[in-house]
T-cell receptor, first 115, second 112 residues
């Protein structure tokens, strides 16, 4: 089974600064999809960004970007110009390209944003 | 509006009681999921369903049951066999390919 590891339980960043959240995954599959979700205190799960494994180009969504290193099985999330509203739990997720119904989530990283 | 509706938002269970959490979707997604989230923790899969009248156990299915009689609905019953049901429960749906999961707003279940 695939595993997703987020090694940073909690991180802090100053408002307007940049922060990178780490995610690694273990898989023998060549086709898969990766996602970052944000869960604010309201506990709603919000999709932040997605990456297809077959794409070499790193995904970008406004202030959010990823560094996808397929050989290293690494999928980090960079948040630029951090805002107070970015404070949340962030979860990395893996979806198999062979068994589409299987999703695997990391344990999450709590991001604090200091004014 | 398309979306996933979970109800109720808050639920209280008495000892020995079964309770049912509702999850309804109008996204026309085939697959539906139930997750449990404990405070400060990640998501753990309880059950999932790919099609109507079919569902599979996840990692922590003991003490829970589900049904999938309609594509739009995937209710979760927390039975009295689940000794520690206090948690936040999330329902999710997805379609095929590279699509992400979409989540409802969750139900918070507590013991009275």
């Amino acid at each position: 089974a695939q595993t997703v590891t987020q090694s940073q339980p909690e991180m802090s960043v100053q408002e307007a600064e940049t922060v990178t959240l780490s995610c690694t995954y273990d898989t023998s599959e060549s086709d898969y999809y990766l996602f970052w979700y944000k869960q604010p205190p309201s506990r709603q799960m919000i999709l932040v960004i997605r990456q297809e494994a077959y794409k070499q180009q790193n995904a970008t969504e406004n202030r959010f970007s990823v560094n996808f290193q397929k050989a290293a099985k690494s999928f980090s999330l960079k948040i630029s110009d951090s805002q107070l509203g970015d404070a949340a739990m962030y979860f990395c997720a893996y979806r198999s390209g062979y068994n589409f119904n299987k999703f695997y989530f990391g344990s999450g990283t709590k991001l604090n944003v200091k004014p | 509006d398309g979306g996933i509706t979970q109800s109720p938002k808050y639920l209280f269970r008495k000892e020995g009681q079964n309770v049912t959490l509702s999850c309804e979707q109008n996204l026309n997604h085939d697959a539906m999921y139930w997750y449990r989230q404990d405070p400060g923790q990640g998501l753990r899969l309880i059950y999932y369903s790919q099609i109507v009248n079919d569902f599979q156990k996840g990692d922590i299915a003991e003490g829970y049951s589900v049904s999938r009689e309609k594509k739009e609905s995937f209710p979760l019953t927390v039975t009295s066999a689940q000794k520690n049901p206090t948690a936040f429960y999330l329902c999710a749906t997805t379609t095929g390919g590279y699509q992400p999961q979409h989540f409802g707003d969750g139900t918070r279940l507590s013991i009275l």
